[in-house]
């Protein structure tokens, strides 16, 4: 009877554990994905070496909250997932223009990342998430900025390729056997950016640093 009864406990004890196995095995496979969201706090940087000293330009150009969204797919391993995604995001410059200045600015980028994020086991339909990825931007992008008073002007439009990664964090929800819905944060860079412009005149070139902090909404499609 002794033995019986530790059976029936060891039993009990790996129940659980044979299930988030069985489980995890289930959810391995290929998956396409979609998220759309916004860029709630994006802003530009300027290296102060490299920005001239009679520049009209602040070192931080702040930005509009403006659209991303993505689509790719992936590989779920079990508790990790691998995926590749390619992008779009819009933005434009904020706060150029006062008494003394006039000035306008956009940014757009489309951009491809490969990524992978750890899904963190809960035993319910609920798994939070964390991760991020490395690629590459094609940022179309100009910012000018005069000084009303001096008839000083800085500016610069052109494209250019960049270097860009991104961290994430949020929740995975499953709605159904094959379809989880993301809520999530996403911080991203864009560095490495070149752009031939003018300060006063004078040819200059430009060497901004891109940076967004997003909220998005997600949908995973297992098949």
Do not use: C
Request: charged share 20%.
């Amino acid at each position: 009877m002794r033995n019986w009864t530790m059976l029936s406990v060891a039993g009990a004890l790996m129940l659980p554990a044979m299930a988030t196995a069985a489980h995890a095995e289930d959810d391995k496979g290929i998956y396409a994905v979609a998220r759309v969201g916004m860029a709630v706090k994006p802003d530009q940087r300027f290296d102060d070496s490299d920005l001239p000293a009679s520049a009209t330009f602040d070192d931080k150009t702040k930005y509009k909250s403006g659209f991303t969204g993505e689509l790719g797919g992936g590989y779920d391993f079990g508790p990790v997932r691998v995926e590749q995604t390619g992008g779009y995001m819009s933005l434009k410059a904020k706060g150029l223009g006062d008494d003394d200045y006039s000035g306008s600015g956009r940014n757009k980028a489309t951009f491809a990342s490969i990524g992978a994020f750890v899904d963190i086991p809960t035993g319910s339909i609920v798994e939070p998430y964390i991760g991020g990825g490395v690629g590459a931007a094609r940022v179309d992008a100009s910012l000018g900025r005069t000084d009303e008073l001096l008839g000083d002007t800085s500016s610069y439009s052109g494209k250019d390729w960049g270097l860009l990664w991104h961290v994430d964090a949020g929740v995975g929800i499953k709605v159904a056997p094959k379809v989880t819905v993301e809520l999530g944060g996403r911080y991203t860079q864009i560095s490495g950016l070149k752009f031939d412009g003018v300060n006063n005149g004078v040819p200059a070139v430009y060497e901004p640093t891109m940076r967004t902090l997003s909220g998005t909404l997600g949908v995973r499609y297992k098949f």
